[in-house]
């Protein structure tokens, strides 16, 4: 008998659970300075304007990518298969991502080393960069997941990706890269309009409520698209404490089989109703110049977009467009019993550390930034 107190099952439910939150997290955290990247460029015209927005997110970003860390390690430990398979079919895309990045980093530090206006306005669009192109590509992967990827497994269960990066630019995929640029980006227009003042707040006011218009919309047409298009469907019987085995399970393409899982399971629908709903929250709030009852809006319509990905593919991680029964699920792509639990009790410690820590460094780090306050500030980017 194992000595493991919860069983296999429930493990990787849990485990399931946790890399949605800390995917999540990211979302939300991480989202917050792409998006303030992404619209730094159109919010901020002068040079003091950019420094503002720039010291907005200066001190906490890389706090936030902590998320996104997390999530890579949570995948390559806890779903090993799942992480042979995406990270490196999707190799040249993470390649752009981690690019783009890099520039983040890079922009903040050099950006200032020079008065001359072209050197700045040259590290500015870098750090566009930097928050466009992250933003719009992981929505283009979670477009790819809902589509299937063109991999395959052999009798030795070697793993064969036969597709290639221009293949992930399909007309859905470019989609979902549109709802996600545009929740990030209304996301970044909260932070700014909550902690900035003036011609800044002004417009990102007026950005975030086109962008935020603009989500919900193309969220809705996705839906739609969901509705009409094939998803795929296990068809035989799911042993969730059984061991790993990717081909011991038949699946079959349905259209509209991404929504069996609301029939399956009701209050799954709350996902999208919060996505629509703290979008429609955040653009009113906005508009009406609520502040922080925009950016909790922004915040919650992230949680249920990404949400809403997570439960409509449940059990599927990554489907196979070439070969359905080779596709990647709950059951069949996680690491062992044991490492599960010995992950989790790690988790339980480490996991509540850094939430508070998060806390306690944006309570340090709130309040209106302006161009007084940075002049004030010696440390100031």
Same mark, same amino acid.
Not at 160 to 180: C, D, E, I, K, R
Not at 318 to 334: K, V
């Given at each position: 008998m194992s000595t493991i107190p919860l069983d296999y099952e429930t493990l990787r439910l849990i485990?399931? #659970?946790?890399? !949605?939150? &800390? %995917?999540?997290?990211? /979302?939300?955290?991480?989202?917050?300075? #792409?998006?303030? !990247?992404? &619209? %730094?460029?159109?919010? /901020?015209?002068?040079?003091?304007?950019r420094r503002v927005l720039l010291n907005l997110i200066g001190p906490t970003w890389e706090g936030n990518q902590v998320w996104l860390v997390l999530g890579g390690g949570a995948i390559f430990a806890a779903f090993p298969p799942l992480y042979a398979v995406s990270f490196s079919g999707f190799y040249l895309a993470m390649i752009v991502i981690l690019l783009a990045l890099i520039l983040r980093p890079v922009g903040f530090k050099f950006r200032g080393k020079v008065s001359d206006p072209r050197w700045r306005t040259t590290w500015d669009w870098a750090l566009f960069v930097g928050g466009f192109v992250p933003a719009l590509i992981m929505g283009v992967a979670v477009g790819n997941v809902l589509l299937g990827a063109p991999f395959h497994f052999d009798d030795s269960l070697r793993i064969?990706?036969?597709?290639?990066?221009?293949?992930?630019?399909?007309?859905?995929?470019?989609?979902?890269?549109?709802?996600?640029l545009g929740m990030i980006v209304t996301h970044g227009a909260t932070l700014i309009t909550g902690r900035t003042t003036g011609p800044i707040a002004a417009r990102a006011r007026q950005l975030g409520t086109l962008s935020g218009i603009a989500t919900i919309a193309l969220f809705a047409i996705g839906g739609i698209w969901v509705a009409l298009m094939n998803g795929y469907v296990v068809t035989s019987t799911i042993d969730p404490n059984a061991p790993i085995n990717p081909l011991g399970k038949t699946v079959e393409l349905v259209q509209g089989g991404w929504l069996r899982n609301y029939g399956l399971y009701p209050?799954?629908?709350?996902?999208?109703?919060?996505?629509?709903?703290?979008?429609?929250?955040?653009?009113?709030?906005?508009?009406?110049?609520?502040?922080?009852?925009?950016?909790l809006g922004s915040s919650a319509g992230i949680f249920g977009i990404v949400s809403t990905a997570g439960v409509s593919i449940f059990p599927f991680f990554?489907?196979?467009?070439?070969?359905?029964?080779?596709?990647?699920?709950?059951?069949?792509?996680?690491s062992s019993h044991l490492t599960l639990f010995i992950m989790l009790l790690a988790t339980v410690v480490f996991l509540p550390l850094i939430i508070l820590y998060?806390?306690?460094v944006f309570r340090v780090m709130r309040g209106t930034v302006t161009t007084e306050s940075l002049s004030k500030n010696p440390n100031a980017y």
């Open positions: 485990w399931w #659970l946790l890399l !949605g939150v &800390l %995917l999540i997290g990211f /979302a939300i955290m991480g989202g917050r300075d #792409l998006g303030v !990247g992404a &619209l %730094l460029p159109f919010v /901020a015209r002068t040079d003091e304007e064969f990706y036969t597709g290639n990066f221009f293949q992930l630019l399909m007309p859905f995929a470019l989609l979902a890269g549109l709802v996600s209050w799954m629908i709350a996902a999208p109703v919060i996505g629509f709903a703290g979008m429609a929250l955040a653009t009113l709030g906005l508009m009406g110049r609520y502040r922080w009852l925009a950016y990554l489907p196979s467009s070439s070969m359905p029964n080779a596709g990647l699920t709950l059951w069949d792509a996680s998060t806390a306690w």
